[in-house]
């Protein structure tokens, strides 16, 4: 069975300060994919990145970081210098086949204040 | 231009009703999906297309039915609807090719409320 947990269901932090958004999955596959997606309160899904299961470089982009860890079936987001545009609804999902079935955590709703 | 496309964006009804909520996206994909996002946000997936042949459903009541006039267009009909199919609706579509079939486009979401 595939299952992608994200504990925390609320993180609240003040502008400036780096948050940690974990991401615990499990599958028995050895080929699969991990996403992260924002939901901003206007309602879309953004994309954000697509980890393959045989690369577990660590992956910047701007104040976005990304820390993949087979070992401990981890795919942690990190941000840092948070902003309050940053508040959003992020979730992380697995999927192991072409079709697109992505299997969602439940969700982490981040708030940054000013 | 917006990739993907939903209408309408907001879908108040009483139970019992038969409704559909379109999608349409831009972008050339092969492959389009249906997604719901209940009340505490989790998102499931329940229907999949790739060039106009489901591929993947979700053992979604046979209340819900996709149709995909073609590969640019899937619409979603609901008919009888019930309290229970309260919710964010999201269509969202991929390109089928290695590398890029997993890397989803969504749109902007459907909120049906059934009263």
């Known amino acids: 069975a595939q299952k992608v947990t994200q504990a925390q269901t609320e993180i609240s932090v003040v502008e400036k300060e780096d948050v940690t958004l974990d991401c615990v999955y499990e599958?028995?596959?050895?080929?699969?994919?991990l996403f992260w997606y924002k939901q901003p309160p206007s309602g879309e899904l953004v994309f954000l990145i697509r980890?393959?299961?045989?690369?577990?470089q660590n992956e910047i982009s701007g104040r976005y970081s990304w820390n993949f860890q087979k070992s401990t079936s981890s795919f942690n987001f990190t941000i840092t210098a948070s902003q309050v545009v940053d508040s959003a609804v992020y979730f992380c999902?697995?999927?192991?086949?072409?079709?697109?079935?992505?299997?969602f955590g439940q969700g982490t709703e981040l708030s940054v204040k000013p | 231009d917006t990739a993907v496309s939903q209408t309408p964006k907001y879908l108040v009804t009483q139970m019992g009703n038969d409704k559909s909520i379109k999608c349409e996206q831009n972008?050339?994909?092969?492959?389009m999906y249906w997604y719901k996002q209940d009340s505490k946000k989790f998102l499931k997936i329940m229907f999949s297309?790739?060039?106009?042949?489901?591929?993947i459903n979700e053992t979604v009541p046979n209340r819900f039915s996709p149709k995909s006039p073609d590969k640019a267009h899937l619409n979603l009909h609901i008919n009888s609807l019930e309290l229970g199919d309260s919710a964010v609706y999201f269509c969202?579509?991929?390109?089928?090719?290695?590398?890029?079939?997993?890397?989803?486009?969504f749109g902007s979401g459907t909120q049906l409320s059934v009263l």
């Open positions: 969202a579509s991929s390109q089928d090719s290695a590398g890029e079939w997993e890397k989803l486009f």
């Open positions: 599958t028995r596959d050895t080929t699969y994919y």
């Open positions: 297309y790739n060039n106009k042949e489901l591929i």
């Open positions: 972008l050339g994909h092969d492959t």
């Open positions: 999902a697995l999927s192991n086949r072409r079709g697109g079935k992505l299997i």
């Open positions: 980890r393959n299961s045989f690369d577990e």
